[in-house]
């Protein structure tokens, strides 16, 4: 297969960037969308040109680092993927592929596709944890926990902070990824202690970062990785109406 | 530089953990201020230590390569973690936990060190359960737990196929607790390049900015590396690409030993790989093999036809036919050996990679037929999707096709009984470190050892290190410091400044891990090892001679991290070689085939094999220092899983 794509190519935080076009050639269907970018980068080294950076790690969609904006949609048109795990043969009928970074005035570019998604680490220090000390831990089993409430807190605590609901929403907003946290822990007995405060100093925080508030476009849920549903933003509202 | 000691305690194994932490000396809570402590990485070991040093009132410093210390791999962990609560009421006890875990790892660990996790264990589900972790429960509410391979008992506890990621942002959730309240300091996207010591004292770091390529000193009283294992020597593994073996590599290089290196698990239940583009191997977890059955055709003719379509005569449950007893959740080494035999009689299936097929099946019709899709579903649902998005097949139709691919590195830096190194205030947690899984480990052990290091032991033993040493303050400008930033310096400008530049990283990273493949995965003999330790002698100099790196060392430049990391991977590569050679006998995941029974099990050589093997690093070649495993509890014995 022969490719076409258009890369977004930006030297640093406060110099501007622009798409550069480059083609490669004979990829196999079963490469991964990250294994032909790998491609591209080793003939660039042939060529002696830099290569495109692009954040990835884990390549088996549970890290969360990897983003990519491919033809207008974060992680691809495929739902409930990471963009590590697209492959080639996804792509048989666009053989025209443009590739950008995560858009957020929170997610700044630091070089080419990568941005910097520090802010969602400072969200969750302002509350995203419960206060307990190592050790002081009762008998697990002392606190019995209703499984329904035990898999619907899992749902929410299945994000992988990759982003990818602020890099699609109008407003640039991080209420899915605020939202699915709070919603974590309220689902649970141990958790749900402090959870108004929690959803306060965590939603102050997302606004002080600069993130933007929900207008219910529910873009968010579309494109999450982890299919996390947009209830979780009417359970986080209503708690802090309570 | 310490003593090449064990350190370890002695007395009654049940009280040997408690009497040692009586004996461990304390630092009051109004003094803990005044001491510095750095933190390499940030999965279960460093995120579990950062908060519990934190809590505490240490100042830690922290850095990881990720842009947020929540990406670290031991997010990808699935299956879950054992835990000796017996809640199951079938028999399990601390004892049996230890018991299993150094018969699992084939008798190469010291018992002191096991029978400590063992009891640590249940303290770890605890903690993590009071964290808010999200573990699978039954409908009375209580915690469930599904059983692992290597063992008869039910002791995992688990959150669906995603138990890494569970306990780790639990972890990370504690950290950023401590971070919030300024007790601990994280900068992500930085990698460690140098050990910095001073008097023979672990006393910092030197850190590159993996954005800006700025090089920084950090000084502080010791050192702690939870860095994570090696598998990505082989290139492709299952581990995440930038795992890396840098920091523990320049420890070693300043003096810490290296022990055990050629203990490298290769994991059975991976998707097999495809092709020349394939980048990593993906693991499916090896909870599948509770209810999944593997099997061969037993005709090579059959091999090339669809599976729905072979006779139940006609298939090879192997794995049942030749270990009864234990049959699919024999421990993973096991498996994994009798997995690649059967594809080198020809049996495989799937696609063909230098004339051979790699892969059985793995096959859940009888499961989906007996508990129903939906139960499957709930049970396994996010492996089975993965493994869809990965090869396009639909498991819940067509088995799955598994081969075996290197997961998790049993070597590690040598420690004694204290995680100390043989740097004096060099400490390594986690898979970083040797200490307790002998030559090969259990599924579900490591995330329970990543913890016990990071939330129970580290914290204890640091506090003792520092309690009982003095430190004189130590400036940026002291000469040690300014020798270690200037090595890094020279090093970078060596990778950036080749003679004759022709080759990518990624060109000798495959190189190193096709020769380590072939020689010393799987199945090892001596010709084969000493060969493969010429061709990586030649491929360093190739390596240092026509590595190239472009871009700019004053940047954002994953080509120059990776150029760093697999000169790194070429030399422990080297060690691996050699230290599979030395060991003239098969235990565990080292198998050597001159050492083997003709039913494929490792022949263990107790009387001249016995130790473990701590590797110094010498500038002539590395040289063996021998630590013996005295079993004072229990006697070692074959391990006989039929």
């Not at chain 1, 590590?84 to 700044?108: G, H, K, T, V």
């Not at chain 2, 209580?142 to 196929?161: C, E, I, K, M, P």
């Amino acid at each position: 297969m022969n490719f076409t794509l258009h890369i977004w190519r930006q030297k640093n935080t406060s110099s501007d960037g622009s798409f550069v076009t480059y083609h490669v050639e004979n990829i196999d269907s079963d490469t991964s969308f990250l294994e032909m970018l790998d491609h591209l980068n080793e003939k660039l080294i042939d060529k002696g040109e830099d290569c495109v950076v692009f954040d990835y790690d884990c390549r088996e969609g549970i890290c969360g680092t990897c983003s990519l904006v491919i033809n207008g949609h974060p992680h691809g048109e495929k739902k409930a993927t990471t963009t590590c795990q697209l492959y080639m043969r996804d792509y048989a009928n666009q053989r025209e592929l443009w590739i950008e970074p995560w858009r957020a005035q929170s997610f700044p570019i630091m070089k080419d596709l990568a941005v910097k998604r520090e802010a969602f680490d400072r969200i969750i220090q302002s509350g995203g944890f419960i206060s307990v000390s190592v050790g002081s831990a009762p008998e697990a089993n002392s606190q019995l926990i209703n499984k329904d409430d035990a898999d619907c807190a899992f749902d929410s605590a299945t994000c992988i902070g990759c982003g990818a609901c602020v890099a699609v929403c109008p407003n640039a907003s991080a209420s899915l990824f605020v939202a699915a946290k709070i919603n974590h822990f309220e689902q649970l007995p141990q958790g749900k202690i402090e959870s108004k405060k929690r959803a306060e100093r965590m939603i102050n925080q997302m606004e002080e970062e600069g993130f933007g508030s929900c207008s219910n476009h529910r873009h968010c849920e579309t494109v999450c990785p982890k299919e996390i549903s947009v209830s979780n933003i009417a359970t986080m509202n209503n708690l802090l109406l309570a | 530089m310490q003593k090449f000691n064990p350190n370890v305690p002695t007395g009654p194994l049940e009280g040997r953990w408690e009497k040692h932490k009586f004996d461990l000396a304390l630092i009051a809570p109004q003094n803990r201020k005044k001491y510095n402590i750095i933190v390499i990485g940030t999965g279960l070991a460093g995120a579990s230590l950062c908060a519990t040093l934190g809590e505490a009132g240490y100042n830690v410093q922290s850095f990881c390569y990720n842009d947020s210390p929540r990406r670290a791999h031991s997010i990808a962990a699935q299956g879950g973690v054992n835990a000796s609560k017996n809640y199951q009421n079938d028999g399990d006890s601390t004892w049996r936990l230890f018991y299993d875990t150094i018969k699992g790892g084939d008798f190469r660990a010291r018992e002191s060190n096991i029978y400590r996790l063992a009891q640590l264990s249940c303290n770890i589900i605890d903690q993590a359960v009071s964290q808010g972790v999200p573990f699978a429960r039954e409908y009375s509410g209580y915690l469930a737990n599904r059983s692992f391979g290597g063992t008869q008992v039910s002791r995992t506890f688990y959150a669906r196929g995603q138990t890494g990621q569970q306990l780790l942002l639990g972890a990370y959730s504690s950290m950023s607790k401590e971070i919030a309240s300024g007790k601990v300091k994280h900068t992500s996207r930085s990698e460690m390049l140098e050990i910095i010591i001073i008097d023979g004292k672990a006393r910092g770091v030197v850190v590159r900015d993996l954005i800006t390529g700025e090089i920084s000193s950090h000084v502080a009283d010791c050192v702690v590396m939870c860095t994570g294992g090696y598998s990505n020597a082989y290139f492709l593994s299952t581990n995440a690409k930038g795992c890396n073996t840098s920091a523990t590599w320049r420890a070693h290089k300043n003096g810490a030993y290296f022990a055990n290196p050629s203990f490298t698990q290769i994991h059975p239940t991976c998707v097999p790989p495809t092709g020349d583009s394939q980048s990593k191997l993906t693991l499916m977890s090896e909870s599948l093999r509770n209810d999944g059955r593997i099997w061969a055709p037993k005709n090579i003719e059959d091999c090339d036809k669809n599976p729905n379509e072979i006779l139940e005569e006609n298939r090879d449950y192997f794995l049942e036919r030749m270990y009864p007893a234990f049959a699919n959740l024999v421990p993973r080494d096991i498996a994994s050996r009798a997995l690649k035999g059967i594809c080198d009689e020809g049996r495989g299936v799937g696609s063909i990679i230098n004339d051979q097929r790699l892969g059985v099946y793995l096959d859940f019709s009888s499961v989906i037929e007996k508990m129903g899709i939906d139960k499957v579903k709930e049970k396994y649902g996010n492996l089975f999707d993965m493994y869809k998005s990965i090869t396009g097949e639909n498991p819940y139709e067509v088995p799955m096709k598994i081969y075996p691919a290197p997961h998790y590195t049993m070597g590690g830096l040598w420690v004694d009984y204290n995680l100390m190194t043989t740097i004096d205030g060099l400490f390594a947690c986690g898979e970083a470190n040797f200490s307790d899984h002998g030559a090969n480990r259990l599924g579900a052990s490591a995330l329970m050892q990543g913890l016990a290091d990071g939330y129970f032991i580290a914290p204890q033993t640091v506090a003792n290190y520092l309690a009982r040493g003095t430190f004189e303050k130590v400036s940026n400008d002291h000469p040690e410091v300014i020798a270690s930033i200037d090595a890094v310096k020279s090093r970078i400008d060596k990778l950036m400044n080749a003679p004759m530049p022709e080759h990518s990283p990624d060109y000798f990273h495959r190189k190193v891990g096709g020769i380590l493949w072939a020689a010393c995965g799987m199945a090892r003999d001596k010709n084969a090892l000493e060969e493969a330790v010429k061709s990586i002698e030649k491929l360093k100099s190739d390596f240092w001679k026509s590595i190239k790196v472009t871009g700019s060392d004053t940047d954002f430049n994953q080509t120059l991290e990776k150029a760093g990391r697999v000169a790194d991977f070429i030399e422990l590569g080297h060690l691996m070689c050699v230290d599979a050679l030395d060991r003239e006998e098969s235990c565990g995941a080292h198998a050597r085939l001159e050492y083997l029974a003709e039913s494929g099990d490792a022949m263990r050589d107790d009387e001249n094999y016995g130790y473990v093997a701590a590797w110094e690093f010498n500038e002539n070649g590395p040289e063996l220092h021998k630590e013996e495993l005295n079993y004072e509890f229990i006697k070692p014995t074959y391990r006989d899983y039929k």
